[in-house]
């Protein structure tokens, strides 16, 4: 009986372990936040990043930068994920050695209105555009962005936006870098 009992138990153990072997990542677009993760660990590099308010203007150099913060805008672009499945129109377009990979969404409802990856002659991605918007009740954003990179390596990028909280009056936002 205690030999049932444990064949039993074994036998609903490795059952329920069958149903809870992960399953594989599914890519739907392209997976902007896999390509962002390994820029993050990038190293020794040096950046004048200019930021530009309503009210000011500051200009300085750069180094050590923690990446997941200063590219914390680029995530908010990725699409890849399965409830956006279906969401965005997909044309691919290639110009000499250049691939351009765009998205569109098909929806008003949809917060990454435009995602553009453009890919040099080997396969790197070269640069990454995108237009985001927010908008209900109590608040209005929109922000431009525009990465440029190297052998997967980044050269400079900017953030363009404006946000509206209600009864407020509209600000702009601009933050550029360039390496140095």
């Known amino acids: 009986m205690k030999k049932a009992l444990w064949g039993l138990a074994l036998l609903i153990f490795f059952a329920c372990s069958k149903l809870q072997e992960p ?4 890519n739907y677009y392209y997976d902007l936040e896999a390509f962002l993760r390994k820029l993050y660990t990038q190293k020794e590099q040096v950046f004048l990043k200019t930021t530009i308010t ?8 750069v180094a050590n ?9 680029f995530e908010q672009a990725n699409i890849n994920k399965s409830s956006f499945r279906g969401l965005y129109d997909e044309h691919k377009v290639q110009k000499g050695d250049t691939i351009i990979l765009q998205y569109q969404a098909k929806s008003n409802e949809l ?12 396969q790197n991605p070269c640069q990454i555009r995108a237009f985001l918007q927010t908008e209900n009740f109590l608040y209005a954003s929109e922000k431009e962005l525009n990465l440029h990179l190297e052998a ?3 050269l400079r990028y900017s953030i363009k936006g404006k946000q509206k909280m209600i009864f407020a009056k509209p600000e702009n936002f601009e ?3 360039e390496k140095i």
């Open 23 to 26: 399953t594989e990542n599914i």
């Open 54 to 61: 309503e009210k000011q203007k500051q200009q300085k150099r």
């Open 65 to 73: 930068i923690r990446w997941e913060k200063e590219l914390a805008f």
């Open 111 to 122: 917060k990454v209105k435009f995602l553009e990856i453009k890919f040099d002659k080997s």
């Open 152 to 154: 997967e390596k980044i």
């Open 175 to 177: 933050i550029y870098a």
